[in-house]
């Protein structure tokens, strides 16, 4: 029996994946569980239009996440913080801090939790890096300067 998965199921398939199980597992488990649904006529059809405007909203998600990427390419933040005479700073610098930095300096927003920097914290002065990802094929390296203030 063809179904359409409504949802992932391990070592079975994805959501929205059509494939073919025993009759009997579906009818006593998938379909009464509500994992999937029979893949008749109709249901293909109405899968084939959501398909196809899954894959209009990722075009235009990755369009996106590239015309963002291109705009942070050459971005340099500075970011100050509190500092003793050695460079030490005084709690730490973390995503947070980048993303309002990049909000205020560039009027750029990006969602702290797509912001990944080394060893998660800088606890020092100095220029570092952080990654941003804003699509799975859109990754972005900028670099921040932390200084004293």
Do not use: C, W
């Amino acid at each position: 029996m063809d179904i359409i998965l409504k949802k992932d199921i391990h070592k079975l398939g994805y959501t929205n994946d059509i494939i073919t199980v025993k009759d009997g597992y579906a009818q006593n488990y998938l379909i009464p569980q509500g994992l999937a649904i029979v893949a008749d006529k109709t249901n293909r059809k109405v899968h084939a239009e959501i398909m196809k405007q899954k894959a209009y909203k990722q075009e235009k998600a990755k369009f996106e996440a590239l015309s963002l990427a291109q705009k942070l390419e050459n971005v340099t933040l500075k970011i100050g913080a509190k500092a003793a005479e050695s460079g030490k700073i005084y709690g730490s610098v973390n995503v947070i801090q980048i993303a309002e930095a990049l909000k205020d300096q560039y009027k750029i927003e990006v969602d702290r939790k797509k912001i990944f920097i080394d060893g998660d914290s800088i606890k020092e002065t100095g220029s570092y890096e952080a990654t941003i990802n804003l699509h799975r094929d859109a990754k972005v390296i900028i670099k921040f300067d932390v200084f004293a203030e």
